[in-house]
């Protein structure tokens, strides 16, 4: 098939089948109808277009899913592309048994299964392969017993993507597995935490006797750490590519760019200093959306890409810094807060926010750790319990 027939096929689907103003002045709840929608989406192929057929795809190349995902974005349309940015069923297409597989792709491609990461722990963030969460295989299934924490949307979630310590007596990085495990069972229980934001997203989660089936497993016995790899790769290059706006909900602009509308609102655009922070806040999105593009050209699928951590890094600069000079441009009004200051209260929520990219997914100061070791090539930080037995590693 030509692009031009492909973008052809993709146009005439989407205007059969797209009906955004119904969508949006319905009187029901969006969450049935964006599902039927997906579903739709799915079973067209154009979820995951790159994919197999066999996995709801359409075994089309780069160059030509880019297409159908630009016949999307261009009458904003979701659902497409998820073999880029759905952390969950990529790593399960990679990794995963076929039972696995054929139970949980199409619903997750659909949407319809809430999903959290289950990595960090109280004695482990940055330094992950420390995990002391323990899954122990007895017959068909693994008994888990542990605490995560920073567990995003862990009350809601059907699936928790685990990784857990199968066996102690190899060194830290090699007795890691990885597992899907389910979170509706009395062996999960879920507390939240208050967050910066004064939000409640993450949580903690209290492992005791849980119970998960063998063919939840993705990879080896042992091999986690190399589908944790995939899986933060995915992570990163969605947190790289995208953010969390305001939530104020007021219309920023009319197709202006932002910060130039607010510093026009608020008479700052003629300060030369203003402009100049302004275009450099411009400048770095910019280039990040360019070498985004260019980082996941390079992601093969069931790979790591080191790379990924420069985009999300960088990232993390371009929300610090877009904070910043909202707040420049308010002055002394950024003092203030409360839905009759909607500015103040995007710029307050925004600088406290992009904290979630800084810190979320590994910190900044580990994706430099990766960006000089695994890019640069420099010499890696001295780790003293790298090569000893887990159950020889000192723990807090
Ligand atoms: C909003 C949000 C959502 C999150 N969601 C999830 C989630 O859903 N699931 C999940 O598992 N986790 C989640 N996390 C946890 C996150 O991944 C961890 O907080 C992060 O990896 C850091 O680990 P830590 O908090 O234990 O800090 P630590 O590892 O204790 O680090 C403390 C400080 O030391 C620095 N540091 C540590 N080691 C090094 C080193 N080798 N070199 C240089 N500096 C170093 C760090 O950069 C940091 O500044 C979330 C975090 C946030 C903020």
Same mark, same amino acid.
């Given at each position: 098939m030509t692009d031009e027939e492909l973008r052809e096929e993709v146009g005439a689907w989407l205007a059969a089948h797209w009906k955004p103003a119904a969508r949006e002045t319905g009187a029901d709840s969006m969450a049935p109808r964006k599902s039927a929608w997906m579903a739709k989406v799915v079973e067209a192929g154009w979820a995951a277009p790159r994919w197999p057929r066999q996995w709801l795809g359409r075994g /089309?190349?780069?160059?030509?899913?880019?297409?159908? @995902?630009?016949? #999307? *974005?261009?009458?904003?349309?979701?659902?497409? &592309? %998820?073999?880029?940015?759905?952390l969950w069923a990529n790593t399960l297409l990679a990794r995963g048994t076929e039972a696995l597989k054929a139970r949980l792709i199409a619903p997750l491609l659909? &949407?319809?299964?809430?999903?959290?990461? /289950?990595?960090?722990?109280p004695g482990a963030g940055s330094d992950l392969a420390g995990v002391r969460t323990r899954a122990d295989r007895i017959d068909n299934h693994f008994v888990v017993n542990g605490q995560k924490v920073w567990t995003s949307s862990a009350a809601t979630a059907d699936?928790?993507?685990?990784?857990?310590? $199968?066996?102690w007596d190899?060194?830290?990085? =090699?007795?890691?597995? #990885? #597992? #899907?495990l389910p979170m509706k069972q009395p062996g999960v229980e879920v507390l939240p935490l208050?967050?910066? $934001?004064? @939000?409640s997203h993450f949580n903690e989660v209290f492992i005791t006797d849980a119970i998960v089936p063998a063919e939840n497993l993705l990879g080896e016995m042992g091999e986690g750490w190399r589908v944790l790899q995939t899986a933060l790769a995915y992570e990163r290059s969605v947190m790289g590519e995208a953010a969390r706006g305001p939530r104020s909900g007021v219309a920023e602009t009319k197709g202006e760019e932002?910060?130039?509308?607010? *510093?026009?609102?608020? &008479?700052? /655009?003629?300060?030369?200093?203003? =402009?100049q922070d302004i275009a450099r806040a411009i400048g770095y999105r910019e280039l990040n959306?360019?070498? $985004?593009?260019?980082?996941?050209?390079?992601?093969? %699928?069931g790979t790591s890409s080191p790379i990924m951590s420069l985009g999300k890094l960088a990232m993390s600069r371009i929300l610090h810094e877009e904070a910043r000079v909202r707040t420049a441009i308010l002055g002394a009004g950024s003092l203030m807060e409360g839905p009759d200051h909607p500015r103040a209260e995007d710029a307050n929520f925004l600088a406290l926010n992009a904290y979630f990219t800084s810190i979320g997914g590994g910190t900044d100061q580990i994706q430099r750790n990766i960006i000089g070791e695994r890019v640069l090539g420099l010499p890696k930080e001295p780790e003293i319990d790298r090569d000893i037995p887990f159950r020889e590693v000192r723990g807090g």
């Amino acid at each position: 098939m030509t692009d031009e027939e492909l973008r052809e096929e993709v146009g005439a689907w989407l205007a059969a089948h797209w009906k955004p103003a119904a969508r949006e002045t319905g009187a029901d709840s969006m969450a049935p109808r964006k599902s039927a929608w997906m579903a739709k989406v799915v079973e067209a192929g154009w979820a995951a277009p790159r994919w197999p057929r066999q996995w709801l795809g359409r075994g /089309l190349d780069d160059h030509q899913a880019r297409i159908v @995902e630009m016949e #999307f *974005a261009r009458v904003r349309a979701p659902g497409s &592309g %998820q073999d880029r940015t759905n952390l969950w069923a990529n790593t399960l297409l990679a990794r995963g048994t076929e039972a696995l597989k054929a139970r949980l792709i199409a619903p997750l491609l659909r &949407g319809e299964v809430g999903m959290c990461l /289950l990595y960090s722990e109280p004695g482990a963030g940055s330094d992950l392969a420390g995990v002391r969460t323990r899954a122990d295989r007895i017959d068909n299934h693994f008994v888990v017993n542990g605490q995560k924490v920073w567990t995003s949307s862990a009350a809601t979630a059907d699936y928790g993507m685990l990784i857990a310590r $199968t066996d102690w007596d190899v060194p830290k990085h =090699r007795g890691i597995s #990885f #597992f #899907f495990l389910p979170m509706k069972q009395p062996g999960v229980e879920v507390l939240p935490l208050r967050q910066i $934001t004064n @939000e409640s997203h993450f949580n903690e989660v209290f492992i005791t006797d849980a119970i998960v089936p063998a063919e939840n497993l993705l990879g080896e016995m042992g091999e986690g750490w190399r589908v944790l790899q995939t899986a933060l790769a995915y992570e990163r290059s969605v947190m790289g590519e995208a953010a969390r706006g305001p939530r104020s909900g007021v219309a920023e602009t009319k197709g202006e760019e932002v910060l130039i509308a607010l *510093a026009r609102e608020a &008479g700052a /655009l003629s300060d030369p200093v203003m =402009r100049q922070d302004i275009a450099r806040a411009i400048g770095y999105r910019e280039l990040n959306a360019l070498n $985004t593009a260019r980082a996941k050209a390079d992601l093969a %699928q069931g790979t790591s890409s080191p790379i990924m951590s420069l985009g999300k890094l960088a990232m993390s600069r371009i929300l610090h810094e877009e904070a910043r000079v909202r707040t420049a441009i308010l002055g002394a009004g950024s003092l203030m807060e409360g839905p009759d200051h909607p500015r103040a209260e995007d710029a307050n929520f925004l600088a406290l926010n992009a904290y979630f990219t800084s810190i979320g997914g590994g910190t900044d100061q580990i994706q430099r750790n990766i960006i000089g070791e695994r890019v640069l090539g420099l010499p890696k930080e001295p780790e003293i319990d790298r090569d000893i037995p887990f159950r020889e590693v000192r723990g807090g």
